[in-house]
């Protein structure tokens, strides 16, 4: 881990745990330790780079939160975890927090393992409410019914459907449970969608702004009416409910109590605010205004996506910090995707973008901005993405579905029961397939080839380079092919700065041989064959004679191809960038076991356990599927082979 060169301000560097914060500091310097709190974020981000404006658009609420609350006693849950940075910082991991999202360093979310004031992992959004009310419950059963439990739900969270599910059973347990709406009108990209317009109603209404300092005031006293407090809060419910809007309160008709909304900056009120509803039984629900970026003028007045996670960049100007490349650079795949689809659409009139809250992150904001009315950002709810594509193919038309694939999971029995059962022609893009980098455990795209090529009626297939993306994306669109279509490729970027190449027809379920060999061959599945071709020509330069596979599709499997591999090869490396249980390698071994062939296979690919963050590079060394790793592999089937010929020559 990187030596710690960043310094924390004269109230921060006092602060280990949240009881230090409690204890050391009175309610007139709440301020100041939020401004420390942010100013160290911003010095850790700028030069160590990860998501930035969610968490500083929560400083206050943080701070607050903190300070009224016993965690880790009373139980606390980020939603998305990535607004938790300054939670991580006042949870005793300040000293190591410049290590966040590297390799072996602190993890870019809550995380169980790493700190009992992260009580639930949270990569991916929208369970907070579910968890908490969970531990709501049980402590309950278990008699402890003082234990406070706050979900702290923002950054497009609440669109996603669980989150209504949650909210729905909440509200018939009379559980001490808190809801915190984070509003910021904001996930990666802009929130969309009736929820967002519905709060944002709430936050400008008129009727609401004449009555709220009223209805707040009431609410401050109501812990100095000791056995009257029940009476005034009824009031306080009463005044809310009649006076936000004409039509009913959401929340309320939900059976939560309905708080808010109120300035989320604005930390000695958020502190008040709490103490009082930490008075008020049952489930209730804290709507919190916040600006993403906030305290940090370049973020604030810019834009909020590219402020998310910015990269490295000059604290004191603002300015984004880019590599200049000494010579042309490879594309990402994602813009590869982005750009291609707005092609195609070009030329067929029957195609269609969809994706679940990640516009920027999939490029399919450039279809956006070209076709605005063939290209939908449905909120977070990817289980409402594959349906509503399926919707869409069920009317002639060809939607392309581009869902990070580690997000596709949340949506699986979708793709069974609304596409594959229906042999509808739906177009899964997986972005983020194989290990994601410093998003870690929660993002890695591990299992798709595994969960996606045991469904009837799918097809399964992954490029090596972008022109087989872009030929892989033509092929599925095809009035011929007709058929669910699953495409996955990896996060970063390809090999071909020249991409943008002529489009061909790629024949489903087949392979391609990259280079001969005599010796051994070397099967993949994807853009870790690159990797396969750099081991395959230093084992050449090593008198090793090497054969490399490029199979592309993973179902159907190219059986000629596989006939051919094993009619010659009796040693066989089958790599894939994702996990090796029930995944290609497994597919090639079945192959093999169904035809009676003979031969050592050696699957490598992700292992069976959780792997951790870092970069791609630096797992797949540690996953030992790399270049350096293949090439060892297949040194050591060839020597073990000769050692064992030698032996029996012997004797």
Same mark, same amino acid.
């Given at each position: 881990?990187?030596?710690?060169?960043?310094?924390?301000?004269?109230l921060?560097?006092?602060?280990?745990?949240p +009881?230090?914060?409690?204890?050391?500091?009175?309610?007139?310097?709440?301020?100041?330790?939020?401004d /420390?709190?942010?100013?160290?974020?911003?010095?850790?981000?700028?030069?160590?780079?990860?998501?930035?404006?969610?968490?500083?658009?929560?400083?206050e609420l943080?701070?607050?939160?903190?300070?009224?609350f016993?965690?880790?006693?009373?139980?606390l849950?980020?939603?998305?975890?990535?607004?938790?940075?300054?939670?991580?910082?006042?949870?005793?991991?300040?000293?190591?927090?410049?290590t966040?999202?590297?390799?072996?360093?602190?993890?870019?979310?809550?995380?169980?393992?790493?700190?009992?004031?992260?009580?639930?992992?949270?990569g991916?959004?929208?369970?907070?409410?579910?968890?908490?009310?969970?531990?709501?419950?049980a402590?309950?059963?278990k008699?402890?019914?003082?234990?406070?439990?706050?979900?702290?739900?923002? #950054?497009?969270?609440?669109?996603?459907?669980?989150?209504? /599910?949650?909210?729905?059973?909440?509200?018939?347990?009379?559980?001490?449970?808190l809801?915190?709406?984070?509003?910021?009108?904001?996930?990666?990209?802009?929130?969309?969608?009736?929820?967002?317009?519905?709060?944002?109603?709430?936050?400008? &209404?008129?009727?609401?702004?004449?009555?709220?300092?009223?209805v707040?005031h009431?609410?401050g006293?109501?812990?100095?009416?000791?056995?009257? +407090?029940?009476?005034?809060v009824?009031?306080?419910?009463?005044?809310i409910?009649?006076?936000?809007?004409?039509?009913?309160?959401?929340? /309320?008709?939900l059976?939560?109590?309905?708080?808010?909304?109120?300035?989320?900056? #604005?930390?000695? =009120?958020?502190?008040?605010?709490?103490?009082?509803?930490? #008075?008020i039984?049952?489930?209730?629900?804290?709507?919190?205004?916040?600006?993403?970026?906030?305290?940090?003028?370049?973020?604030?007045?810019? &834009?909020?996506?590219?402020w998310?996670?910015?990269?490295?960049?000059?604290? #004191?100007?603002?300015?984004?910090?880019?590599?200049?490349?000494?010579?042309p650079?490879?594309?990402?795949?994602?813009?590869?995707?982005?750009?291609?689809?707005?092609?195609l659409?070009?030329?067929?009139?029957?195609?269609?973008?969809?994706?679940?809250?990640?516009?920027?992150?999939?490029?399919?904001?450039?279809m956006?901005?070209?076709m605005?009315?063939r290209?939908?950002?449905v909120?977070?709810?990817?289980?409402?993405?594959?349906?509503?594509?399926?919707?869409?193919?069920?009317?002639?038309?060809?939607?392309?579905?581009?869902?990070?694939?580690?997000?596709?999971?949340?949506?699986?029995?979708?793709?069974?029961?609304?596409? %594959?059962?229906q042999?509808l022609?739906?177009?899964?893009?997986?972005?983020?397939?194989?290990?994601?980098? +410093?998003?870690?455990?929660t993002?890695?795209?591990a299992?798709?080839?595994?969960y996606?090529?045991?469904?009837?009626?799918?097809?399964? &297939?992954?490029?090596?380079?972008? /022109?087989?993306?872009?030929?892989?994306?033509?092929?599925?669109?095809?009035?011929?092919?007709?058929?669910?279509?699953v495409i =996955?490729?990896?996060?970063?970027?390809?090999?071909?700065?020249?991409?943008?190449?002529?489009f061909?027809?790629?024949?489903?379920?087949?392979g391609?041989?990259?280079?001969n060999?005599?010796?051994?061959a070397?099967?993949t599945?994807?853009?870790?064959g690159?990797?396969?071709?750099?081991?395959?020509?230093?084992?050449?330069k090593?008198?090793?004679s090497? %054969?490399l596979?490029?199979?592309?599709?993973?179902?159907?499997?190219?059986?000629?191809?596989?006939?051919?591999?094993?009619?010659?090869?009796?040693?066989?490396?089958?790599v894939e960038?994702?996990?090796?249980q029930?995944g290609?390698?497994?597919?090639?071994?079945?192959?093999? %076991?169904?035809?009676?062939?003979?031969?050592?296979?050696?699957?490598?690919?992700?292992?069976?356990?959780?792997?951790?963050?870092?970069?791609?590079?630096?797992?797949?060394a540690?996953?030992?599927?790399? +270049?350096?790793?293949?090439?060892k592999?297949?040194?050591?089937?060839?020597?073990?082979? &000769?050692?064992?010929k %030698?032996n029996?020559?012997?004797?």
């Amino acid at each position: 881990m990187a030596e710690n060169l960043f310094k924390a301000g004269e109230l921060l560097s006092q602060i280990e745990i949240p +009881a230090d914060l409690r204890s050391k500091f009175t309610e007139d310097q709440l301020p100041q330790v939020c401004d /420390e709190l942010r100013d160290f974020i911003i010095d850790v981000v700028s030069q160590k780079g990860g998501h930035f404006g969610a968490s500083l658009g929560v400083v206050e609420l943080t701070v607050a939160l903190h300070y009224v609350f016993n965690t880790p006693e009373d139980q606390l849950v980020w939603d998305v975890g990535h607004q938790a940075y300054g939670h991580k910082i006042l949870t005793g991991r300040r000293s190591v927090f410049h290590t966040n999202r590297e390799y072996k360093g602190l993890s870019g979310f809550p995380k169980i393992k790493e700190s009992e004031y992260d009580t639930f992992g949270v990569g991916h959004s929208s369970t907070s409410i579910s968890a908490a009310l969970g531990m709501a419950v049980a402590n309950k059963y278990k008699g402890n019914t003082n234990r406070q439990h706050i979900a702290v739900i923002g #950054d497009g969270a609440m669109t996603a459907g669980l989150a209504f /599910e949650g909210l729905n059973h909440a509200g018939v347990e009379n559980s001490n449970l808190l809801v915190v709406l984070n509003d910021n009108c904001m996930s990666i990209d802009p929130n969309v969608g009736a929820l967002k317009e519905y709060l944002t109603d709430i936050t400008t &209404s008129h009727t609401y702004n004449r009555v709220k300092d009223e209805v707040w005031h009431l609410l401050g006293k109501v812990s100095k009416f000791g056995p009257n +407090a029940q009476e005034i809060v009824q009031k306080v419910e009463h005044s809310i409910k009649s006076s936000l809007l004409k039509d009913s309160n959401l929340f /309320e008709s939900l059976k939560f109590r309905y708080f808010g909304p109120i300035d989320g900056h #604005d930390v000695i =009120r958020m502190k008040k605010v709490l103490e009082d509803l930490k #008075d008020i039984p049952g489930p209730k629900i804290l709507h919190c205004i916040t600006k993403k970026g906030k305290g940090y003028e370049p973020a604030e007045k810019g &834009s909020p996506t590219k402020w998310h996670a910015p990269g490295l960049f000059n604290k #004191d100007t603002g300015e984004i910090i880019k590599v200049t490349p000494v010579s042309p650079q490879p594309p990402k795949y994602q813009d590869v995707f982005g750009h291609t689809i707005v092609e195609l659409a070009e030329k067929n009139d029957k195609i269609m973008g969809v994706t679940p809250a990640m516009p920027s992150g999939s490029s399919l904001n450039i279809m956006m901005a070209a076709m605005p009315d063939r290209a939908f950002d449905v909120g977070i709810a990817e289980q409402h993405a594959v349906t509503f594509s399926a919707g869409l193919a069920t009317q002639g038309l060809i939607p392309f579905c581009n869902i990070y694939s580690s997000f596709m999971q949340r949506a699986y029995d979708q793709v069974i029961h609304d596409v %594959a059962i229906q042999e509808l022609p739906v177009v899964f893009c997986l972005d983020r397939a194989g290990v994601s980098g +410093a998003d870690g455990q929660t993002h890695h795209g591990a299992y798709d080839i595994a969960y996606m090529r045991c469904i009837p009626n799918l097809i399964v &297939s992954s490029p090596m380079n972008e /022109e087989e993306l872009r030929n892989l994306m033509y092929t599925s669109q095809l009035e011929e092919t007709n058929a669910p279509f699953v495409i =996955r490729y990896p996060r970063g970027e390809g090999v071909m700065p020249d991409w943008k190449t002529p489009f061909k027809r790629i024949k489903i379920g087949t392979g391609r041989k990259v280079l001969n060999g005599d010796l051994i061959a070397i099967l993949t599945i994807g853009h870790i064959g690159n990797e396969g071709l750099v081991a395959a020509e230093n084992l050449k330069k090593k008198g090793i004679s090497a %054969a490399l596979y490029d199979m592309r599709f993973v179902k159907p499997l190219d059986e000629l191809l596989l006939h051919e591999v094993f009619g010659k090869f009796d040693k066989v490396i089958t790599v894939e960038d994702g996990c090796v249980q029930g995944g290609f390698g497994s597919a090639i071994l079945e192959f093999m %076991a169904d035809n009676q062939y003979h031969a050592k296979v050696v699957r490598l690919g992700m292992p069976d356990r959780v792997v951790e963050h870092g970069s791609q590079e630096e797992l797949w060394a540690e996953c030992n599927y790399d +270049a350096q790793s293949i090439e060892k592999e297949a040194i050591k089937m060839v020597d073990g082979a &000769s050692s064992v010929k %030698a032996n029996s020559l012997a004797g």
